[in-house]
């Protein structure tokens, strides 16, 4: 199946087109910018560049994948609403894939523990824990918005297991995490990668365009302080 693949969930955002086929998967092309410009300027751009430069349309594409959440509100906003565009214009199926699941699979091929960590702020982390070796990555735990005091204590009972953090709290959480025992992810396989997007959409029921949402696990900045103006 010929899978376009989207990630927009946090400050790097790219694009992959990639062949998933049970025997053997192809990664065919991916583009990848990690600067300060809105993923509304150069999310679509890439695409269109990327499909160009390997002489494939995107009416061949039979699948579209994005990374639905969690991360930034603007971002998966952006994504999810291009895929959902590209879904209603090609007339093909999309899938929403978890941006801490996707992340996991930067690790496969490591031993180990993959801690994904996106910086969610107000001290928290997205994050989730994931078992990685030579097969897909294995959950450990859902995906939840969790404390770094609150994640030591959890990470303490792999205390035996090599504990890898990957995702763009990565750096933050290596930090915090004083008191237990981890490494960081190279930096060439730390942040979001659409082709892993591609690769763990199998995982996921396929869906319509009218039908895909994002996932968020905290409520957006503005309704919190909202809320918080109300009860007080």
Same mark, same amino acid.
């Given at each position: 199946m010929l899978i376009l693949g989207l990630d927009a969930s946090a400050i790097a955002g790219s694009c992959a087109l990639c062949e998933v086929r049970e025997e053997k998967s192809v990664i065919i092309a991916e583009s990848f910018v990690n600067t300060k410009q809105t993923h509304s300027q150069t999310l679509l751009p890439m695409v269109e560049a990327m499909m160009k430069s390997?002489?494939?349309?995107?009416?061949?594409?039979?699948?579209?994948?994005?990374?639905?959440? %969690?991360g930034s509100f603007t971002g998966i906003r952006i994504g999810v609403a291009a895929v959902?565009?590209?879904?209603?214009? +090609?007339?093909? %199926?999309?899938?929403?894939?978890?941006?801490?699941?996707?992340?996991?699979?930067?690790?496969?091929?490591?031993?180990?523990?993959?801690?994904?960590?996106?910086d969610a702020r107000c001290n928290q982390f997205y994050n989730a824990l994931f078992s990685v070796g030579k097969g897909i990555p294995e959950r450990l735990t859902p995906d939840r918005a969790i404390s770094a005091d609150d994640l030591?204590?959890?990470?303490?009972?792999?205390?035996?297991?090599?504990?890898?953090?990957?995702?763009?709290?990565?750096?933050?959480?290596?930090?915090?995490?004083?008191?237990?025992?981890?490494?960081?992810?190279? +930096?060439?396989?730390?942040?979001?990668?659409?082709?892993?997007?591609?690769?763990?959409?199998?995982?996921?029921?396929?869906?319509?365009?009218?039908? +895909?949402?994002?996932?968020?696990?905290?409520? %957006?900045?503005?309704?919190?302080?909202?809320?918080?103006?109300?009860?007080?």
């Open positions: 390997v002489g494939i349309d995107l009416k061949q594409v039979e699948l579209a994948a994005v990374t639905a959440g %969690p959902k565009g590209l879904s209603y214009a +090609l007339d093909i %199926p999309c899938v929403g894939v978890s941006t801490l699941h996707a992340l996991a699979y930067n690790l496969v091929g490591f031993d180990g523990i993959a801690c994904v960590v996106m030591a204590a959890e990470l303490a009972q792999y205390v035996d297991k090599r504990i890898i953090l990957v995702g763009d709290g990565a750096e933050l959480a290596f930090k915090l995490l004083k008191d237990v025992k981890t490494e960081l992810a190279p +930096l060439a396989v730390r942040f979001q990668k659409a082709e892993n997007v591609c690769l763990a959409s199998a995982e996921y029921e396929q869906t319509s365009a009218r039908e +895909l949402l994002p996932i968020y696990l905290r409520l %957006p900045q503005a309704e919190r302080e909202r809320l918080a103006k109300l009860n007080t």
